[in-house]
């Protein structure tokens, strides 16, 4: 293969690889009740999740850009969100 095919392909791996689940059409997706799984599959797997007492705590993003969900027993119970586009 040449070098230039494999600049290329490695380019367009890069910007796949920085495009995010977390937007505003996807957030609008998210509804209670909804499993973990399913929350996944539209936003992607969390970045940091805690569990606490059948209370699981996921946070998608950080603190400035991101959305946070509380699951009791496998379903979601409350969505937030900050500064998704």
Known sequence: MNRAFLCGL????????????????????LKTGMSYEEVTQLIGRADQCSE?????HCV??????????????????????QNIR
């Open 10 to 29: 490695a380019a367009v791996t890069l910007m796949l690889g920085g495009c995010s689940k977390l937007t505003e059409a996807n957030y609008a997706k």
């Open 52 to 56: 606490t007492v059948g209370l699981k």
């Open 60 to 81: 998608w993003g950080n603190a400035e850009r991101g959305v946070t969900a509380d699951f009791v027993a496998d379903k979601a119970l409350v969505f937030s969100s």
